[in-house]
Nanobody
Framework: VQLVESGGGLVQAGGSLRLSCAAS????????MGWYRQAPGTQRELVAS????????NYADSVKGRFTISRDNTKNTMYLQMNSLKPEDTAVYYC????????????WGQGTQVTVSS
């Protein structure tokens, strides 16, 4: 499974951005996809996740009510709508997929920078 993110950029506090993650390869084997972020000097953290079949979602407390994760299985694409952005949301955002292919595996995208100015 290969992942490519897009949609990052620079936005003012209070603004919005939408990230996309396009999956290719053995997409039928994907169980769960998620967005992680990593700011300088910090550990990578889970932002939100969604299961491919049921669409069940999970959010970090810091983004609940502001971010929405979704997926379009017909396009093999996952999205993260980010509203009411704060400077502390500034980070590199990574797409993640957990899938089964002879064993459980994980793929990561290359990351996309999100910068929120105050």
């Amino acid at each position: 499974v290969q992942l490519v993110e897009s949609g990052g950029g620079l936005v003012q506090a209070g603004g919005s951005l939408r990230l996309s993650c396009a999956a290719s390869g053995s997409t039928f084997s994907i169980n769960t996809m998620g967005w992680y972020r990593q700011a300088p000097g910090t550990q990578r953290e889970l932002v939100a996740s969604i299961t491919r079949l049921s669409g069940r979602t999970n959010y970090a407390d810091s983004v609940k009510g502001r971010f929405t994760i979704s997926r379009d299985n017909t396009k093999n694409t996952m999205y993260l709508q980010m509203n009411s952005l704060k400077p502390e949301d500034t980070a590199v955002y990574y797409c993640n997929a957990q899938y089964y292919s002879g064993g459980y595996s994980t793929s990561w995208g290359q990351g996309t920078q999100v910068t929120v100015s105050s």
